[in-house]
């Protein structure tokens, strides 16, 4: 059970927990986190606090997510909002190709009164350099966590963080402004842009979803978007082939603004228990440009299907 702060003792956002609540994920941490060392996964576990200068230009979308403290050095710091900025920067200076596992907490504000906490238990697969198509890493990691996640129910939606940014290339936007609309579903703001730039893909992009989106994006897309169009729907299809439950989202982009060609999420009983991408763009900001692709599972969304 969840102690909630019924006499405000804790801030808000942040639970106490017993019984089940606080088992059950720990054994799902150490299941995975077994399973990958036995598979030849790295496990790393990277320290809880990082130097914010290292996320300024690696932001989530919305910045006032992070938990900012100061150091003793005065240095200011943030509290891991994410175990794949962190790997990279342990492994942007090597060559080998990796494969490594990770599980634990991050943190994040949520929105006032929302219910959600800030913390968040993840656990997640990040293929350094590998050779593997895409799809086979996502069917990698369906594999690795079919003993945590039913399968039964798990919608995948494709999109491309490619896509988002030949649009805004095409129109003359910065990226980033166009990819953080986007992921906030600010419609507002994107039809605005549609109009000042005479651009009227960009508002249609939060829409094109599900099944009849190809068609929708093919009969509105310049020459350049189609090679990044025919990989979203490669993928689609050999997840499908696959048996599994997948279709497409061109206006998602990723929490973060690393993200650089397929993103991938994944949800059951409409909460996404699943997401990740390929952002090979990421090492080149901690030392140099490796290929680079990873998935996470969010185990508070877990637990409020499984529960």
């Given at each position: ?7 405000g003792?804790i ?7 017993e ?6 994920p ?8 077994d399973q ?10 990277p ?13 989530l979308f ?12 005065g240095?200011l ?19 080998e ?21 800030h ?6 697969l ?6 593997s198509?895409?799809?086979?890493l ?24 490619a ?11 910065p990226?980033?402004?166009l ?9 507002e ?24 989106a190809?068609?929708e ?22 997840l499908?082939?696959i048996?599994?439950n ?23 009983d ?25 998935l ?11 529960s």
């Amino acid at each position: 059970m969840i102690w909630f702060n019924t006499k405000g003792s804790i801030p808000e956002g942040w639970h106490e927990l017993e019984g089940e609540d606080v088992l059950r994920p720990k054994r799902w941490l150490m299941s995975f986190l077994d399973q990958a060392a036995t598979n030849g996964y790295s496990v790393i576990e990277p320290p809880l606090v990082e130097y914010y200068s290292h996320y300024q230009d690696l932001a989530l979308f919305d910045e006032s997510a992070y938990y900012r403290l100061f150091g003793n050095d005065g240095e200011l710091l943030v509290m891991r909002p994410d175990y794949t900025l962190q790997i990279a920067r342990k492994l942007a200076d090597g060559s080998e190709p990796m494969r490594v596992a990770y599980a634990g907490a991050v943190y994040r504000r949520t929105p006032k009164h929302s219910g959600q906490p800030h913390e968040r238990l993840q656990l997640g697969l990040e293929w350094i350099d590998g050779e593997s198509d895409d799809t086979e890493l996502i069917e990698s990691f369906l594999k690795m966590t079919e003993r945590i996640m039913p399968q039964d129910g798990l919608r995948i939606q494709v999109g491309s963080a490619a896509l988002v940014a030949e649009v805004a290339e095409a129109a003359g936007i910065p990226e980033r402004t166009l990819r953080q609309y986007l992921a906030l579903r600010n419609l507002e703001s994107l039809r605005d842009l549609a109009e000042t730039y005479r651009y009227p893909l960009i508002a249609k992009l939060p829409f094109l979803i599900g099944d009849s989106a190809v068609a929708e994006l093919r009969a509105e897309a310049d020459e350049s978007l189609r090679p990044v169009i025919d990989e979203v729907e490669r993928a689609v299809e050999h997840l499908r082939a696959i048996g599994l439950n997948a279709s497409y989202d061109f206006g998602q982009t990723g929490d973060f603004d690393y993200y650089s060609g397929l993103t991938v999420t994944g949800t059951i009983d409409g909460r996404r228990v699943l997401s990740g991408g390929r952002y090979d763009s990421l090492y080149g900001h901690f030392g140099q440009s490796r290929r680079a692709f990873g998935l996470s599972l969010d185990l508070e969304q877990l637990g409020e299907v499984m529960s």
